[in-house]
């Protein structure tokens, strides 16, 4: 279960159950209050953040803010939504990348995957901002920070900058005279964390801070920690007067409680979420797809932002074709299967979709786990075979994938006759569109297909 499922569940079933009637009242009002008090205090909000979350929707909905002829669900539904985007900060507060080069400086505790966060958002600025970004190593005190850091750097065509465990301030100083010389347009900095806030961390980050002037100093937290976290980023936001926050690892079993307490007490904006371990794993924050996706009404927006950034439209269009030419085969099974892994895991990309929320735990994960599946058997076969998978039908080719794959003769039936229907329908639907019928495309679109993933 990842963050925003917990509340959706709790708050969304508390609203539909207690408002049965047309119109709110009293009782009904009351006793959905109680329960959506109860969801936030055990998902580990912050007890005033709770308090004001709910006077202020008891407010609107006893007052003149209800409106005539909307059902009562709909209308507090409506009522907790707002409230929602008010306590996540209303709207997207994006980078500062006016200067040249443009300094951020991030900080944070150890543990809370800084330095990982540091190479997803250099990606980021990358891809969505086409500007050239230099990593700068300064945790000289965890072992292997540093060759963490350049390792991330050349994975992923990203530059770095270290000078071993020379002194923070100096080398951050000497990285941005060189990111000068060489035309970066962004300097990130990778500062060290602490297992907890101690004087001489503070007092190096503050030196830091007023050798370079950075433009935005980003405070990474855990989303996985509850709300300690607001004292940790009160701490580090007297001293350093912080920009805002990135809260990671939202994909995991989280609750939400700093996310949704974090920018309200300290009045910091939330800047971006990571959900994942890949590269590209980490987006905008933005309050309203947040609060859509605690209510289940999934995120959209964002779904397609991510698939317009990480999938190859050259790939799809080249398999749109040969699906419109009756050539759909196992080779554009496997490169669509890779692009949609790129988007993220099946339980991030499922909690955009609204509605799919209400599938379970145990559903998602089966899901996941043909998919990997999937990819494994596909990548064992020769691209001539996934051409042609006729071919699959000898026994020496089978048995050769069976053995490079590590997989079972039953998976690779079961993928075969999954491909088999799958491919029937996705031909069945193509027929039909050619024929003007759009509606079928869109039902193929709605998840409604025969591959089994």
């Known amino acids: 279960m990842g963050f925003g499922d917990f509340l959706a569940n709790r708050m969304k079933k508390s609203i539909e159950k207690n408002m049965k009637k047309s119109t709110l009242n009293e009782d009904n009002i009351k006793e ?61 507060k994006p980078l500062s990348l006016g200067a040249r080069p443009s ?44 060759d963490q850091l350049v390792e991330l750097g050349q994975k992923n065509n990203l530059d770095t900058f270290e000078k071993g465990k020379q002194n923070p301030v100096l080398t951050a100083k000497q ?14 900095l990778d500062t060290a964390g602490r297992l907890q806030i101690d ?38 936001n007297n001293l350093l007067k912080l920009s805002g926050v990135v809260i990671t690892k939202l994909d995991g079993d989280t609750r939400g409680g700093a ?50 950034s990480v999938v190859d439209q050259r790939t799809m269009e080249k398999t749109m074709k040969r699906m419109f030419m009756g050539q ?7 490169n669509n299967l890779k692009q949609v892994a790129k988007m993220g895991s099946m339980g991030t990309l499922l909690k955009m979709i609204p509605g799919a929320n209400k599938l379970s735990d145990n559903k998602i994960a089966d899901a996941q786990n043909k998919l990997n ?5 596909m990548s064992s076969m020769t691209k001539k075979e ?10 020496s080719r089978k048995n050769r994938i069976l053995k490079g794959s590590g997989r079972s003769e039953k998976e690779f039936n079961d993928l075969m006759q999954q491909f088999d229907k799958g491919k029937k329908q996705v031909l069945e639907v193509m027929k039909k569109v050619k024929q003007g019928n759009f509606g079928a495309l869109k039902g193929m679109m709605g998840g409604n297909n025969s591959f089994g993933f």
């Open 32 to 92: 959905t209050l109680r329960e959506i008090r109860l969801a936030l205090l055990e998902a580990d909000v912050n007890v005033n953040v709770v308090k004001d979350f709910i006077n202020s929707i008891e407010k609107k909905s006893t007052g003149e803010y209800i409106t005539d002829g909307v059902r009562a669900d709909q209308q507090m539904v409506k009522i907790v939504h707002e409230e929602l985007i008010s306590i996540l900060g209303k709207i997207n």
């Open 103 to 146: 300094i951020i400086m991030m900080v944070g505790l150890q543990g809370a995957g800084k330095t990982t966060t540091v190479g997803k958002l250099a990606n980021l600025i990358r891809e969505k901002e086409h500007k050239k970004t230099l990593l700068v190593g300064l945790d000289i005190y965890r072992p292997g920070a540093i």
């Open 175 to 188: 990285a941005i005279d060189y990111a000068d010389k060489n035309d970066y347009d962004v300097v990130i």
């Open 199 to 236: 004087e001489n961390l503070m007092q190096e980050l503050n030196d830091i801070r007023k050798a370079v002037s950075p433009q935005e100093i980003l405070l990474v937290v855990d989303g996985m920690t509850g709300q300690d976290i607001i004292n940790v980023a009160e701490e580090f």
């Open 259 to 308: 996310t949704l307490s974090i920018s309200h007490v300290t009045h910091l904006p939330i800047k971006f979420i990571g959900e994942g371990e890949g590269i590209t794993a980490l987006d905008a924050f933005h309050p309203k797809r947040m609060a859509d996706r605690i209510l289940g009404m999934g995120d959209v927006e964002t779904l397609f932002e991510k698939a317009a």
């Open 328 to 334: 759909f085969d196992l080779e554009d099974l496997h």
């Open 373 to 377: 599946i999937a990819e494994i058997l």
């Open 386 to 395: 996934r051409r042609e998978p006729r071919l699959l039908k000898g026994l």
